[in-house]
């Protein structure tokens, strides 16, 4: 109701008829601190110290929505939400020091903040991509405007709580701060010379979402990749070939694999690495025949709906994706209750008995998943 504007709903009764209406400010009074209350205290806040102290009631707040039995699609949603609310708002900050952007502009975030999977552990991937139809004298100055931006952005991010990205893919990075047309330069390269090694590192930018800015900007870039593959369609077998780099952890006995005696997180598998393989198999699928979604279940949704995967597959992969984030959820919720470091590994022993059989079956429907993409792109299942 608060994306859409949509003060006012009708209420129904088992039967049909119309019984009664509900309003915005009612739900809000019911729900009491509720994920669209918090967006709201972002969206009016005065300072970034006033985000960080609003944004660290949000694990409190998922605890509470996890044990009301909410979808974990709902859930990440919210994150996502709460968080695209904060980079507006820091932009607005940092527009109010610099002055007027000189040119039009699209910030954009990457990876699982662009395909709006974020949980409550979670680090920067942004970038910035504006309009390059400025004078060529005027350049120089333009990208050091939006390169102060970043800087400012990214800064505050951190302070917040979404921690640098370790690979130092953001926007205050020169390299991911850029106008349209080298965004498009990056992507014809990346399509037409990546080697099967790079796509580790070239596979997060697939992933791409606009937050604030000219949304037309962006699915110009989109357009462009999807352009370049058609004329390449051996880029499409390298991502697809990128899903097999990440299995399960299973072992032939029917084991879950955990880590070893000697490290530190002995006995814990990670959840994130888990899931990846269907992730990459809806970001390659997706790609392949042009679908623009980038949250994975939309993915999905939207390659059934094509006919790409069977009502059985679809069913499938939804219950999986589903099983696993709601479990990593559930973690990261209980260990931000205790106050110890959120992360995405999982202690096997934690586990219950019925949660580690349901793991084991899960897993071994990933690697039907991945048997299954090996076939439509090899013909094999080897």
């Known amino acids: 109701m608060q994306d859409e504007d949509i003060p006012w709903l009708a209420v129904e009764d088992s039967n049909g008829v119309l019984c009664g209406m509900i309003n915005r400010a009612d739900l809000l009074k019911i729900q009491g601190y509720s994920a669209v209350s918090l967006v709201q205290s972002i969206q009016s806040a005065e300072s970034p110290e006033e985000i960080r102290q609003r944004r660290e009631k949000l694990p409190m707040l998922i605890k509470a929505v996890l044990d009301s039995g909410t979808r974990p699609r709902n859930v990440t949603r919210i994150i996502s939400n709460l968080s695209d609310a904060i980079i507006r708002k820091l932009l607005h900050f940092a527009m109010a020091e610099l002055?007027?952007?000189?040119?039009r502009f699209a910030f954009i975030t990457l990876g699982s903040v662009g395909r709006e999977e974020q949980t409550l552990c979670t680090d920067q991937d942004n970038a910035i991509l504006f309009d390059d139809t400025v004078p060529e004298s005027q350049m120089d100055e333009v990208r050091q405007y939006f390169l102060a931006m970043a800087e400012k952005v990214c800064a505050w991010l951190d302070d917040i709580g979404y921690s640098y990205c370790p690979g130092k893919i953001m926007a205050q990075n020169p390299d991911w701060c850029q106008p349209l047309s080298t965004w498009k330069r990056y992507f014809t390269t990346w399509v037409h010379t990546a080697e099967p090694q790079d796509m580790l590192e070239i596979n997060i930018f697939f992933d791409f979402r606009c937050v604030y800015g000219e949304r037309s900007m962006v699915e110009e870039l989109r357009e462009h990749i999807q352009g370049e593959w058609q004329q390449n369609p051996l880029f499409i077998y390298l991502l697809a070939e990128n899903a097999f780099r990440y299995k399960p952890p299973i072992g032939l006995f029917g084991n879950i694999m955990t880590s070893s005696p000697k490290d530190e997180?002995?006995?814990s598998f990670d959840i994130k690495d888990a899931m990846m393989p269907v992730v990459n198999i809806a970001r390659a699928q997706a790609l392949r025949y042009g679908v623009g979604e980038t949250h994975t279940l939309d993915r999905i949704q939207r390659l059934h709906e094509r006919g790409i995967f069977k009502e059985s597959e679809y069913s499938e992969m939804l219950l999986v994706y589903d099983f696993l984030m709601q479990l990593r959820l559930k973690y990261q919720a209980l260990e931000a209750k205790e106050g110890l470091p959120i992360d995405n590994l999982?202690?096997?022993k934690s586990l219950t008995h019925i949660e580690q059989m349901t793991l084991k079956n899960v897993f071994n429907?990933?690697?039907?998943?991945?048997?299954?993409?090996r076939q439509d792109f090899t013909g094999r299942t080897q």
């Open 365 to 373: 429907k990933i690697n039907d998943f991945l048997a299954k993409l």
């Open 346 to 348: 999982i202690q096997l």
């Open 265 to 267: 997180q002995q006995g």
């Open 99 to 103: 002055g007027d952007p000189p040119t």
